[in-house]
């Protein structure tokens, strides 16, 4: 909703949440000077008073921390462009990052930040939306994020996501998530919007198009190639009751990124999406492509529970199940694949030793059923699983694999054993039975 009778800088200021005008409090637009102290001092004010600011469209130099408190609402414009940047070596982080620190009840949304990170790290960090918001130009290691929540609730929707040649690294960080929905994201180059449509809303495509429109009146630079991640999504640890779907995740396929501080490529691709050690986890209607087709360029789930990998659109690239004996879950339990597309891919399982009396990976209904493979190679087996393992609980629908456009050419499957599609859907725990009639979303032609 949107109160006409209050304008700041020539728009009128959302009303959906409390909000102060930013430039009402002497907050500076298009000065090119850092606005970051004086942003830290209005936000804590304006938190204070259970308000947060409302950035209408401009630009805005911050290069130092923000520092966001509970209800510290960082909100820019939907109809213009909020663009904040960075001139610094170095990212910039706007959240905050104390363990102790309490943190909630607030959005960041519709900004383009420009060389700036969002993160938030403590276990008492709760009801936080990201939502609609463009990280681009993001200068830090090839281990950090664009955004990183860690502990509580998160909403995390309609973001862009890119990364040029000159700043590779990590898309998106969840450390121990419980109850977050990812979804309506956007991950890539430009060029991909219209690919993307039937994945993302209107407001994340429009937001798309505000980015290239920045780029052409020289708001900002942005290189054709946005695809430069080494991983578009690490959960690291203990995310649960989570879900992930309608992201559109498009990296580029180099087999190594170019590093700005060697001047070679040298740096070391690592998954689409790495989720490991996870419990009550949702992945649906997802499209994924453009990593290298080697191991490193897989979606990689490793030593965890209760997963459901259901319509989702992979192309060219693996689901590869990998848990290590390192870890403390000495499992892979109750995984579900099904109703997905996967397009010259396979759906693998393998752990890094054999299994024995003393140490093994404890296997629970691991199953692959009802999914669509294209492929030119219809002899090659494309549900595969290692024999270091020695549970019987793999189990496969083998009529129910298919190559697209064929109701009789099965996939080639090994070591699992072949049970019917009413035993295979009886196994499905009745919270997920919903999933059974999902189908996967083509990205447009």
């Known amino acids: 909703m949107i109160n ?73 414009s939907r109809t213009g462009t909020t663009l904040f940047y960075s001139t610094l070596t170095a990212a910039p982080l706007i959240g905050d990052d104390v363990y102790a620190n309490t943190v909630e009840n607030l959005m960041i949304s519709d900004i383009i930040f420009d060389n700036i990170a969002v993160s938030f790290y403590g276990n008492t960090k709760r009801n936080i939306t990201v939502r609609y918001n463009a990280f681009i130009n993001t200068k830090t290691l090839p281990t950090q994020t664009q955004l990183s929540v860690a502990h509580g609730n998160y909403i995390i929707k309609g973001n862009v996501f890119m990364r040029g040649r000159n700043y590779p690294g990590v898309g998106l960080s969840t450390y121990k998530n419980n109850g977050t929905t990812i979804s309506y994201n956007f991950l890539g180059s430009a060029s991909n919007k219209d690919k993307a449509s039937t994945y993302i809303d209107t407001r994340t495509a429009n937001l798309i198009t505000k980015l290239v429109n920045a780029k052409n009146a020289g708001q900002l630079v942005m290189d054709d190639d946005q695809g430069n991640y080494v991983s578009g999504w690490y959960a690291t640890d203990e995310l649960r009751n989570s879900s992930f779907f309608r992201n559109f995740y498009a990296g580029n396929t180099q087999q190594m990124l170019f590093n700005p501080q060697t001047q070679l490529e040298d740096i070391q ?30 979606l990689k789930f490793r030593n965890a529970e209760n997963l459901v990998f259901a319509a989702n659109y ?27 597309y996967i397009n010259e891919g396979k759906v693998t399982f393998w752990q ?28 090659l087996p494309r549900i595969t699983r290692t024999a270091r ?14 190559y697209t456009d064929t109701t009789t050419e099965v996939v080639a499957s090994s070591n699992f054993t072949n049970i019917t599609l009413e035993a295979m859907h009886a196994k499905i725990p009745a919270d997920k039975q919903r999933f059974l009639t999902m189908t996967y979303i083509a990205p447009q032609s």
């Open 269 to 298: 691709r690592d998954h689409i999406i790495y989720i490991k050690q996870y419990d009550n986890v949702n992945v649906y209607q997802n499209y994924f492509t453009g990593w290298p087709t080697t191991a490193a360029g897989q």
């Open 352 to 379: 890094n030793f054999d299994d024995s009396d003393e140490k093994s990976i404890d296997v629970v209904d691991y199953l692959v059923f009802s999914n669509t493979f294209s492929a030119a190679d219809m002899i």
């Open 4 to 76: 006409d009778a209050e304008l700041c800088g020539g728009e009128s200021v959302p009303t959906n949440i409390p909000l102060v005008c930013a430039l009402s409090v002497g907050i500076e637009r298009d000065t090119g000077v850092d606005q970051s102290a004086k942003i830290n001092t209005e936000l804590a004010t304006a938190a204070a008073n259970n308000t947060g600011l409302f950035f209408p469209a401009g630009k805005y130099r911050v290069d130092g921390n923000i520092n966001v408190p509970t209800k510290g609402s960082l909100v820019g």
């Open 389 to 402: 393992n020695r549970s019987n609980n793999f189990y496969i629908t083998q009529s129910s694999n298919l």
């Open 314 to 340: 992979l192309d060219t690239t693996n689901f590869d199940a990998r848990p290590y004996n390192h870890s403390p879950k000495l499992f892979m339990r109750n995984t579900y694949i099904f109703n997905n």
